[in-house]
């Protein structure tokens, strides 16, 4: 007959062996020890199946050590995914950013559907300038210029001369006011002696 406190008793000294710092005896008979287990994962469920499923498949046999290193296996197991999913979205990050790059300097490719796409965008914006133009118009707070009046309608351009043309000769002109100038320009002549043409010594005897 097998004696299984026997087995018991050489697995836990052999465990103590070897986890020193993790696997602690209370007590041999009633057989009982502590674990002490950390994982920079945390906890898992799928890890908590794996451990469950290899204690249903060993139960009535000895299963500590089989228990703790199938645990280790799955906990490596899930560290290398870990690593290697960090690994990946270092690598897209990093082509990312190459891809951005290479943008800046080479720009977008221009294809028949972004032109119509830029095309239908900046006539939208254009007709929007001159809805908002012709608002301020109507409301007169658009002041043209006088060049732009001048553009706009021709006829300012004759404007003056016509209406010169058809007062023709009903122009009334105050003849006073042409007199007054004419009498200025007399008295300053004769109050300068020098120009006086027959003053005496002057050449006109000869």
Known sequence: MT?????????????????????????????S???????EAGENDETVQTTLKFAEENL????????????Q?????????IKTRREEEMKLKEKEA???????????PVTI??????KAKFDAELLEIKKKRMKEEQAGNNKLSGKQLFETDHNLDTSDIQ?????????????????????LELEDVEDDPDSNPASPGSDSED
């Open 3 to 31: 004696d299984y406190s026997k087995e018991q008793q050489n697995e836990l000294e052999a465990l103590e062996s070897i986890y020193p710092d993790s696997f602690t005896v209370l007590s041999e008979n009633p057989p």
């Open 33 to 39: 020890f502590t674990i002490a287990m950390t994982s």
């Open 60 to 71: 009535g046999v000895v299963m500590i050590f089989t228990l703790v290193t199938a645990v």
């Open 73 to 81: 296996e799955k906990l490596n197991e899930i560290v290398d995914q």
């Open 98 to 108: 190459e891809e951005a790059e290479k943008q800046l300097f080479h720009g977008t």
């Open 113 to 118: 559907e972004n032109f119509l796409c830029w």
């Open 163 to 183: 209406f010169l043309e058809d007062a023709g000769n009903n122009v009334e002109v105050d003849e006073s006011l042409f007199q007054e100038l004419d009498d």
